[in-house]
Every structure is written in structure tokens, then in C-alpha cells.
């Protein structure tokens, strides 16, 4: 141990000798957000894995090559409170140790997934003498006093206990891997959340809402009145913008009210486990959201995570979360990803259900939002990985990583998504108005007549005036000046590679591929990245 501390001082000083953390961090190009690692923006192309297979070293064993076969770069593995600390206040790293040792033996990052006092709303994952000694840590109660399987945010013994547990985690990920940066993020917690009830009635949470809102939620609020999610800003309007009383004064009688006071309260608490790990090793940390659906009330899913109609009491709360981060079982991929980019949110997907649609969706979620990265659910349940779209798509997208970064933030790259419900968009780059749409659009494919479409997709990088970089499948893209009295022409198209970020052409497309100078085109299936230079003629 004492060398392991010697190596993590001496990369701690030269860390601050040249001026960079020394440690993954983020930074700000243009109105994008970048994950840097060893000086570089690094791109996340992830997988999360199922959250058993990481217990057992020997079940993972051979899971490690189907993940390179999907040019996966970083894998998502849950750290398990049980597991690090069986016994109150002795520790065992040495699960966490083997997978990092064996992450680095494949070239592949870790970001890490605190499955502590919370995971999916229960607190499953608490060590078991934390479980069995609910007078010393209590659990949350239903509105009809019923003991839940969720440890309280009120008390602070389990703050406490959360803390110590997250400290020496940190402290251990500091001296095993600062220099070698294998782990890039933490999670804090996993889909916090209340169910089935809306708030928590146990003694200290009733106390609590007796009480008034505090002043540093309410100043929060007052500063940023004018910036507001729009859903949250009209509660505390309908109420008059009162600035003092309880919950239920200030915000209304109801299910909303009691879901906005546990955000706080989970906020709190969450906040304090991440900062007093970031005190240790400041590595950047965010916490995930299970997504609600219309038309549910609180209580009747995780209420009070980290929603985008909560990010204002969640950001009040405190700043040692970097970002919010939605999980996506759901179809409505846009409408999320939309309102998660809010307020100057980073965009990262941490869990999506794997299906056929998250190749196409990871391009979208890059291109288009600027996002750190994106990771399928139990990435490791493939039983044909090098026929999964998700891996070609990554494939394309390391190529591309080194121009995605130069590009972030600038205005220059874009990204399109299609499925059968959403064939077209049309994007204005430079000069030049791209008219994308799905693919089986044009007709050809025996697959057009089909009851649903694969979903297309792909990023779109603007390069010079008359330039463009497309990557990805299913996807035909027509041109026209911004003059509408002049016509584009398709001056070259190309197939190509990048390899370290140098351009290496193939085939070229000016003739049939491009339907004589109609189109450039991506057909379904094929994962290609071409470059295109346009011109205009009358």
C-alpha cells in the first residue's frame, strides 16, 4: 500500500506541475460539454453491464471479448456497498481491483456505478448490517406507515454510513488508479426514487415537512427565477411565488408538493456523498433518472430523482453533481434527450434498453445533442456481437471520435434519426441545406413495405465551406443552396477511412451510389462514413 500512496502523490505533483487535473475532468468548447482524459476529449462508447455479472470475476471472464468485438471503449460496472464493506467499517476492494486490472488488460475505461444506499428506489444493495438495524438506520415509510425497502434521506445515520463507505472508495480509486485513469465517472446512487407512495411519512421525513422550505432552495430560486423549467415555474406560480412557509404553502397541497420535498431531500443527501468523495478524488460524478410516463402521479413511479421537471430543486440542492442523466425504457428518445439538454445540462445516456435502435440513437445522441456518451443495459446479453448494429455504429464513431471533439460546440455537426413515424429533417450547415430522410424513403427496398423500419441514423460534420463528413446507415441526404435561385451539385463523393484522425479515401461514389449526382446515401445496413464536397451552379 505504501507504494501504491508514493505513485499517487507523485502523479497527484505532476498533475499540478502541468497545470491539468490530474485526473478525468470536464470542459467547456463552444455550448458543448467534453470528458478529458489524459488531456484529450475521449468519447464514450459504452456498454453497462447486467448488474450481477460484475460480482463474480469468473462469470466475467469471458464476457470481455464480446465487448471489444462491439468497439465498446468503456464499460459501465456497478460497485456494490454489500460487497466493499460486508462488515461495518472493514473494507475489501479486491472485486473492484480485479475488473480494473482486467479493464486495463483490454484497453477499455471503467466508469463506475455506486450502487450504495440506493438502486432502482430500494436500498437492495446495503450492506447487511445496515439492513438489520432499523432502529440505528431507518427506512422510508408509505402514507400508511409501512417500512419500505429504502433507507431514509432524513437520517443521519445513513448519510453518515453512505459517506464513510463513498470516502474510502474514492480514497482506494485514488492511490489503484489515478495514474493510469481507467475509471473516467462515478455514478452517485442508482435511480433514486420514492415508491409506492409519493414522499416518505416516517417521524424525521413529517418533521421535516412541518417545516419551512429552506432559504437556500428558496434563494435558489429567486436568483434563477427567470431560467426555471418551465413545469416547475408554474407550480411556484400558481401559488403566488411565496417566499415563506411550509412545503404545502408554498407550493400547493398535493402529490407534486410532496415529490418536489423529497427531491430536495434526496438532492441533499445525494450532493453530500458525492462531494465528500469528490474532496478525495475529484473525479466527475453524475446521478441517473428511471424515467416517469405521461400521465402518472408521483408514487406511482420513482418519484423525486433527478426528472427534467425536478433539475431546479435537484440543482439547488448543491453542485457536486456535474450532470443529470436520463435511463431510457421508453420510445420517446427525443422528446427526453430535449428536455434533459435544458439549463445547460451535459447530455450522457448511462442505461437504454438494448435493442436494434441504439447504433442509429448513440450517432443521435453524439451528433446531435453533443453528448459525452452513450451505453446500453446488460451489454453483455448479445449473442451475435459482431452482428449488432450498436457495434458497427461504434465502429464509425471511434473513427470519427478526433473530429467529433474538434467540432463539439461549434455549430459545424449535426445528427439525424429515423424510423418509420419519423422520416425527414432538414438541417441548414453553412451554405447549404441538407435535406436528410430515412432511407426506404427512396422506395427501392424490398424492406419499405415493411409494418415498422430499422432505425437510420448518423452524424453530419460541416469540415470546410463546401465539405462534409456523413457517417452512418440508412440515411439519404439531397442538397440545395441557401440562394434558392441556384442549384447544388455533388462535386465529389467518397467512401473512406480515419485512422487517427487522418482521412484515408476509397471507393468513389459519384455514380450510381449517388443516383448520377441526386443524392448521397447511406443504404440500411451498410455503416460507411463518405465525405462529400459540394459546389453551385445555375
Known sequence: MRSGLIIGLVASVLGLLSGQPNQPYLRNQGTATQLIVEGKPFLVLGGELGNSSATDMNYLQPIW????????????????????????????????????????????????????????????????????NQERFPRAKDDKGCSQEILTPFSENNLKADVQAFEKLMQHLKVFDQKQQTVLMVQVENEVGMLPSARDYCPLANEKFGQNVPTELINYLQKNRAKLVPEFLK??????????????????????????????????????????????????????????????????????????????????????????????????????NDLYTRQDNPLFIPEHRFDKTVGAKAAYAIGHYGGLGFAPFSIESTEEPLNEPL???????????????????????DAVLFDK???????????????????????????????????????????????????????????????????????????????EGKWTPGRKLNGDQTHQ????RLPMGEYAIQRFELYIYE
Open 391 to 413: 457495434g458497427k455504429m461504434y465502429g464509425l464513431l471511434a473513427q470519427m471520435s478526433p473530429l467529433i471533439a474538434q467540432q463539439q460546440g461549434k455549430g459545424t455537426m
Open 235 to 336: 407550480i411556484w406560480e400558481q401559488n403566488g411565488f411565496k417566499s415563506n412557509g411550509a412545503w404545502e404553502e408554498i407550493f400547493g397541497k398535493g402529490t407534486h408538493t410532496d415529490e418536489l420535498f423529497m427531491a430536495w431531500y434526496f438532492s441533499k443527501f445525494t450532493n453530500a456523498v458525492a462531494a465528500a468523495g469528490k474532496k478525495i478524488y475529484p473525479l466527475p460524478m453524475f446521478v441517473n433518472a428511471a424515467l416517469n410516463r405521461t400521465g402518472r402521479e408521483p408514487g406511482n413511479y420513482p418519484s423525486a430523482g433527478p426528472l427534467p421537471h425536478l433539475m431546479d430543486i435537484w440543482k439547488a440542492a448543491g453542485t457536486a453533481i456535474d450532470f443529470f442523466s436520463p435511463d431510457f425504457y421508453n420510445p420517446d428518445f427525443k422528446h427526453w
Open 517 to 520: 449526382g441526386r443524392h448521397v
Open 421 to 499: 413515424d419519423d422520416t425527414e429533417k432538414v438541417l441548414t450547415m453553412g451554405d447549404f441545406v441538407l435535406t436528410c430522410r430515412h432511407d426506404y424513403t427512396l422506395g427501392w427496398s424490398p424492406n419499405a413495405k415493411n409494418e415498422t423500419w430499422e432505425s437510420g441514423g448518423a452524424v453530419i460534420v460541416q469540415t470546410d465551406d463546401s465539405e462534409y463528413f456523413v457517417a452512418g446507415t440508412g440515411v439519404v441526404i439531397t442538397l440545395q443552396p441557401l440562394d434558392r435561385n441556384k442549384i447544388a451539385g455533388i462535386l465529389s463523393d467518397e467512401e473512406g477511412q480515419f485512422s
Open 65 to 132: 471479448p464480446t465487448l471489444k468485438s462491439m468497439n465498446l471503449n468503456t464499460v459501465l460496472v456497478p460497485v456494490f456497498w454489500e460487497l466493499i464493506e460486508p462488515t461495518e467499517g472493514i473494507f475489501d476492494f479486491s472485486l473492484l481491483d480485479s475488473t480494473i486490472s482486467e479493464a486495463r488488460k483490454q484497453d477499455l475505461k471503467l466508469i463506475l456505478l455506486w450502487f450504495g444506499s440506493w438502486k432502482n428506489s430500494m436500498s437492495s444493495h446495503a450492506p447487511a448490517w445496515i439492513k438489520k
